[in-house]
């Protein structure tokens, strides 16, 4: 029973086109985990991993009603399955999903989709509460015929079974602007053991610098209440682009293996900046071929504001630095308007 309800909410996040029909089929998959899950909302289990912070498991469960953000992920998920079954018809598809939480958001509910044959998949989570919870939906569901390894371990630090080639790697522990959460770190380590075919989701976030005015900037303050989509979200006319700071995909950590650290160039701060007085961080992600998150389309896309540029009127330059050794944060450094 749960099995082919689960089925037909899936389908229908796949099917969907408009924002009103992205939330109410997220909203579905909301309350078929609610049904089904034994997860203690009110238990804080947050863990400090060196490369952020790991939500806690009641935390990781509420990422579902980030609706657009969850909808989108799935959608480019079972495109990227697709593409997988048809490249390789022979054989199963071998997934690595790190950071799975107690749903295994990403993964899960598309398995009814799939012949057992079809998928083999290794999901890790640091949390014991949230690898439980993903053993009893399985089993609640109906779905422990299908090869599903749960281990919990710091995605972090984890290394493959050799004989486990990724073909498809799934991520998705952010926060907006890169910050907190762990993501740079566990796919720095993914993708260092990804092969060529592999594919990687998100396959690109993009992180870009602007002087804005950002409490004009759309930002998503309730998704369960306030959802838009890129059509109705209307950024504040006046910001400024500046630069793209990096892109995390798979050629980045292929070049820039060892650094943990991104040191931006030096920008040249404006003199009038009456209509953008602040120095933000924005945040685009592409999922999956044309399947993207936008600015403010979900809470890890929301704007990030670094500093005013009030106080840094005695200052002509300002270089960006985002460090994820720790828990990832930003930081600037400036050059003073005396230095030539």
């Known amino acids: 029973m749960y099995k082919q309800e689960l089925a037909i909410i899936v389908q229908s996040i796949i099917t969907s086109n408009t924002v009103d029909e992205h939330t109410k089929c997220a909203r579905n998959l909301s309350g078929f985990y609610e049904k089904i899950a034994t997860i203690n909302h009110f238990e804080n289990n ?41 490249d390789f018809p022979e054989r199963s598809i071998n997934i690595l999903y790190a950071g799975c939480g107690p749903y295994a958001t990403l993964i899960l509910p598309l398995l009814p989709l799939f012949n057992k044959d079809r998928i083999k998949a290794i999901l890790l989570d640091i949390n014991a509460a949230s690898i439980e919870s993903v053993h009893h939906i399985l089993a609640v569901v109906g779905l422990n015929d299908y090869s599903i390894q749960l281990i919990e371990t710091d995605a972090i630090t984890y290394d493959k079974p050799q004989d486990f080639t990724i073909d498809l790697a799934i991520s998705e522990t952010m926060h907006y602007a890169l910050t907190r959460e762990p993501q740079v770190a566990i796919t720095q380590n993914i993708v260092s053991q990804l092969p060529s075919h592999g594919i990687l989701i998100p396959e690109e976030i993009r992180i870009d610098l602007a002087y804005t005015f950002f409490d004009y900037e759309p930002s998503l303050k309730n998704a369960i209440d306030e959802v838009k989509g890129r059509d109705e979200l209307q ?17 980045l950590f292929g070049t820039q293996s060892q650094n943990l650290s991104f040191k931006s160039d030096f920008y040249k701060l404006p003199d009038d900046f009456s209509n953008h007085p602040d120095v933000s961080i924005f945040t685009e992600i592409k999922i999956f071929e044309d399947i993207e998150l936008k600015t403010a389309e979900s809470y890890i896309t929301n704007p990030y504001s670094v500093v005013s540029l009030y106080n840094l009127i005695e200052y002509s330059e300002i270089q960006f630095i985002y460090d994820f050794s720790d828990i990832p944060k930003w930081t600037y450094n400036v050059k003073s308007l005396l230095i030539d």
């Open 46 to 86: 947050e863990t400090h991993v060196k490369g952020g912070i790991a939500l806690s498991s009641s935390g990781a469960a509420d990422c579902v009603d980030d609706y657009l953000r969850t909808v989108y992920f799935i959608k480019g998920v079972y495109k990227a399955l697709i593409k997988l079954c048809n």
């Open 235 to 251: 950024p504040y006319p006046h910001s400024v682009f500046v630069d793209r700071l990096f892109t995390i995909n798979k050629e």
